[in-house]
């Protein structure tokens, strides 16, 4: 069957049973003591909990820069970046910064095109800037690693602000900063903010919150003060979508733009795009913004302007966003539709890979291929690495004629370091790279894959072992006798979870009674357990199973027919 390693997680019985006393549900307690909560005030979602903005180096620069501009009416211009986690930021700093003061004219943005312009604030963005005739650059999740963008605007008389969330440029393997007027960044060299997993959006969140802070100190805000947490619903969204560690503070974050969700309180883009999804906001989840909104507001980059996504979340106009949202749905569609054949092309490639290494599979994997499209290339890479449980790169020829290659990893193998490495040791192979641990990109010559493939490898060999390369899953055991019900479904839905916060998995033996495919791709399952049946089905899987079997699943409130009702959802099986 091909399943990952089942393993149990560690549940701290003291954590358990002190999460318990303070009023949580057993299985709860259970379940949060095994991601690391340690006490009741880690769950409580009062903003007045989130960690403070002062711990955030260069935060009261930040504030005064903004200001400043704010008073002195200087033309503001926000630079994004192409994917959901950009274009919320962007929403979320154009919203504010009118919020605080700024004129409806005085702010503008500009995003790049991913064929056209690259990532970042490139040299060529700041020129595509310059026609608006900005005094001051903002950009948002990107500009860390921007060193000759930044200079360039420096040199055009422009001032720079840096908001950030990823790690600046290896230079000489030392990590060095743009000089820029300010950098906010939780991941720059000498600040101490806690939490190191901010999104990008979470950044500019806090970055409005430090300008907030300076304009009441120059009793410069407008009345009545502006309240910066409506702007929670596009946090969320852009958090869940970047797949950042949800911790506790990101959970809050998180937790308070659902809650406004949920009420109806939204953003017109973010509730339109719930309408064109065919989601009900009313019962947002996590899982809705990652897996239903984050990709329609990110195919706009991967397939045609990201100013679509960026006015969907920016306009006031219910109707206008829900054209908007109809537009990116359709492009969403397409994208599918153009993945779905990339990937298939990449598996076969990855099947001729195998076939020519005798059986055996290489530690690290990168695919090329003259057809795949540089818009999907890290969509594919994610799709594989989840088959094979390797670093892996997908490569798609560019507009300028390069390879363009987004990659992503496993647990043990930092990325961009592995290409530091790779760019020491052959010093003419990547024009250029970056990311983070789990994520990266980089840039190569034409005829260049299978080196760097080679290359990649070789550290993938040295750094990883062969248990690092067998795929685990971690559950969290039994469910518990008469928990699989409604009520259950809801209390588990009601937490917020996520990347570094895993969504329950139970683990139970079963007897299968019955099995078939629906929609010809989904294993549908009739199931017993101790006298009892039991719903369950394992999408995108067609092999049968075994009569007895021991499944790990996710517990779902399923909905037909008005009437609500369990349903296991497979995720992995051992005979």
């Known amino acids: 069957m091909n399943s990952p390693r089942l393993?149990?997680?560690d549940v701290p019985p003291r954590t358990a049973w002190a999460l318990e006393q303070a009023g949580i549900a057993p299985l709860l307690a259970r379940l949060l003591a095994a991601r690391g909560v340690r006490e009741a005030a880690e769950l409580d979602e009062g903003l007045n909990h989130l960690l403070p903005p002062a711990d955030l180096k260069g935060l009261p620069d930040a504030g005064r820069l903004l200001a400043d501009a704010i008073q002195s009416g200087k033309r503001i211009v926000v630079v994004a970046d192409y994917d959901c986690d950009g274009a919320t930021a962007c929403a979320v700093m154009l919203r504010?910064?009118?919020?605080?003061?700024?004129q409806p004219a005085q702010v503008g943005y500009v995003v790049p095109d991913r064929a056209v312009h690259g990532y970042g604030l490139t040299p060529t963005i700041v020129d595509l800037a310059r026609a608006q005739q900005p005094g001051?650059?903002?950009?948002?999740?990107?500009?860390?690693?921007?060193l000759a963008g930044v200079a360039h605007a420096r040199a055009l008389g422009i001032q720079v602000l840096v908001t950030d969330h990823h790690l600046p440029a290896l230079v000489d393997g030392a990590l060095v900063v743009p000089d820029a007027e300010a950098i906010v960044n939780p991941n720059q060299p000498g600040c101490t903010f806690a939490s190191k997993s901010l999104a990008g959006v979470g950044v500019a969140f806090y970055v409005l919150l430090g300008l907030r802070a300076e304009l009441r100190a120059r009793n410069a805000l407008p009345s009545p003060e502006p309240r910066l947490d409506g702007l929670l619903d596009l946090v969320a969204l852009g958090t869940v979508a970047d797949v950042v560690k949800l911790d506790a503070n990101n959970r809050r974050l998180v937790a308070q733009g659902l809650r406004r969700m949920r009420a109806g309180r939204a953003q017109p883009g973010v509730m339109a795009l719930f309408s064109a999804a065919k989601r009900d906001a009313s019962q947002a989840q996590g899982f809705d913004l990652g897996?239903?909104?984050g990709p329609r507001i990110n195919a706009a980059g991967r397939l045609a302007d990201m100013t679509l996504g960026i006015e969907c979340l920016?306009?006031?106009?219910?109707?206008?966003a829900l054209e908007l949202a109809t537009q990116l749905d359709g492009i969403?569609?397409?994208?599918?539709?153009?993945?779905?054949?990339?990937?298939?092309?990449?598996?076969?490639?990855l099947d001729a890979l195998v076939e020519a290494l005798a059986g055996a599979l290489p530690p690290a994997v990168a695919l090329f291929d003259a057809d795949f499209h540089e818009g999907v290339v890290g969509i594919v890479a994610s799709r594989i690495k989840d088959r094979v449980h390797r670093p892996t790169f997908v490569f798609a020829r560019g507009a300028d004629g390069h390879l363009k290659g987004s990659g992503r990893s496993i647990p043990g193998f930092h990325l961009r370091?592995?290409?530091?490495?790779?760019?020491?040791?052959?010093?003419?192979?990547?024009?250029?790279f970056g990311g983070h641990a789990m994520a990266a990109g980089a840039t190569l010559a034409v005829d260049d894959v299978q080196r760097f493939a080679l290359a990649l490898a070789r550290v993938a060999e040295e750094w990883l072992s062969e248990q690092d390369l067998t795929r685990t899953l971690r559950h969290d055991g039994a469910l518990p006798a008469g928990a699989a019900t409604a009520e259950t479904a809801r209390l588990l839905d009601a937490q917020v979870w996520g990347?570094?916060?895993?969504?329950?998995?139970?683990?139970?033996?079963?007897e299968v009674i019955s099995q078939r495919l629906v929609g010809e791709k989904h294993l549908k399952l009739r199931l017993r357990q101790d006298g009892r049946l039991i719903d369950a089905i394992w999408f995108n899987h067609v092999d049968m199973l075994p009569e007895r079997v021991t499944l790990a699943y996710r517990l779902n409130l399923d909905e037909w027919q008005g009437q609500q009702r369990v349903q296991y959802v497979v995720e992995a099986a051992q005979a």
């Open 136 to 146: 001051l650059l903002v950009t948002v999740d990107n500009g860390i690693a921007s």
């Open 417 to 432: 370091d592995a290409l530091d490495l790779v760019s020491k040791r052959e010093p003419d192979l990547l024009a250029k």
């Open 332 to 349: 969403n569609r397409e994208r599918r539709e153009i993945e779905t054949g990339m990937r298939e092309m990449a598996e076969a490639r």
């Open 499 to 510: 990347q570094g916060f895993e969504p329950p998995v139970f683990c139970d033996p079963f």
């Open 291 to 293: 897996f239903a909104l």
């Open 7 to 9: 393993i149990e997680r």
């Open 96 to 102: 504010g910064l009118r919020l605080l003061g700024a």
């Open 314 to 320: 920016t306009t006031d106009d219910p109707a206008r």
